[in-house]
């Protein structure tokens, strides 16, 4: 008993020498005795502000590629265009699984399967590492320009898969050279003591109609029990392009002439609809004589 008290003692005369009185403003006896390293609440509040999200980069100029031809969208395209652009590659692969990756800016080509984000969870210092996403709807935004995306980020950190929200999303084309995807945060389960909350900034800058890329610079944040946070550049790639599937049209049939029967004039088919003693489709019917 004597040796687990003066374990307790050292422990929370270890805390007061290496915090000082500060030590003891936010946290009670309880937390004290049971956990006296741990951070409290606000501590984690005030870490997340400290290591906020870094602002996403703004492009200036947004590349599109259509027909495998790319050039800058002020060239020849309106913002009207673009978000058409994407409202068709979103809608062709709703309910699809979409890959992202660490990209290079300049040759939108993949560095990693995934995106790395260093956080603390605790007291912890890890990685979250995104490689995936998958939209589960897509909605036309009543402001103009704009279009609502739930999204279902694929998140792991040390080896597990937190349960996490959807996120709600928005993607508008502001102008020509400002197309931006941000949510107002979904929420994971990190740890046990809580919810930490991710925000997702993305300036795109690259649209590839093609084959179904986007490409823009991020920057995503987490606060809470889990915080931290990254910014760079990355892909999204998509399963298929943003052309809409065109049903083959065919032409309607010619209209077939009847040859005449025993001096009565000749009808097509759609004026013997009903009459079965005249030709179907080059199938003679004749009617069945009752006795």
């Given at each position: 008993m004597s040796t687990k008290l003066s374990s307790g003692i050292l422990l929370i005369g270890t805390a007061i020498i290496l915090s000082g009185c500060s030590y003891f403003r936010n946290r009670s006896v309880k937390d004290i005795v049971t956990d006296p390293f741990s951070p409290t609440e606000a501590e984690y509040i005030q870490a997340a502000k400290e290591m906020g999200t870094s602002p996403a980069r703004q492009s200036s100029s947004v590349v599109v590629c259509r027909s495998h031809q790319c050039a800058p969208a002020k060239l020849s395209m309106s913002k009207e265009y673009i978000y058409n652009s994407l409202l068709h590659l979103f809608d062709n692969n709703n309910y699809q699984k979409v890959l992202i990756c660490q990209a290079d800016a300049a040759s939108h080509t993949c560095l990693e399967n995934y995106i790395t984000l260093p956080i603390t969870v605790g007291i912890t210092p890890t990685n979250v590492y995104i490689?995936?996403?998958?939209?589960?709807?897509?909605?036309?935004?009543?402001?103009?320009?704009?279009?609502?995306?739930?999204?279902?980020?694929?998140?792991?950190?040390?080896?597990?898969?937190?349960?996490?929200?959807?996120?709600?999303?928005?993607?508008?084309?502001?102008?020509?050279?400002?197309?931006?995807?941000?949510?107002?945060?979904?929420?994971?389960?990190?740890?046990?003591?809580?919810?930490?909350?991710?925000?997702?900034?993305?300036?795109?800058?690259?649209?590839?109609?093609?084959?179904?890329?986007?490409?823009?610079?991020?920057?995503?944040?987490?606060?809470?029990?889990?915080?931290?946070?990254?910014?760079?550049?990355?892909?999204?790639?998509?399963?298929?392009?943003?052309?809409?599937?065109?049903?083959?049209?065919?032409?309607?049939?010619?209209?077939?002439?009847k040859q005449s029967i025993g001096g009565l004039p000749s009808k097509t088919t759609e004026e013997t609809d009903g009459d079965s003693s005249y030709n179907v489709d080059n199938v003679e019917i004749f009617p069945i004589n009752k006795k």
């Open positions: 490689d995936s996403v998958k939209i589960s709807d897509i909605i036309i935004g009543k402001k103009a320009s704009s279009l609502n995306l739930v999204l279902n980020y694929n998140l792991t950190y040390g080896g597990q898969t937190p349960e996490c929200s959807p996120a709600q999303s928005i993607l508008f084309a502001k102008s020509i050279n400002h197309v931006l995807m941000e949510d107002s945060g979904y929420q994971c389960k990190m740890t046990s003591v809580g919810q930490s909350t991710i925000k997702t900034v993305f300036s795109i800058d690259y649209v590839d109609l093609d084959y179904g890329y986007i490409g823009g610079y991020y920057s995503i944040g987490l606060s809470g029990p889990a915080f931290g946070g990254g910014n760079g550049y990355m892909m999204l790639r998509l399963p298929k392009n943003a052309y809409p599937l065109s049903p083959q049209l065919k032409s309607p049939k010619p209209k077939k002439q």
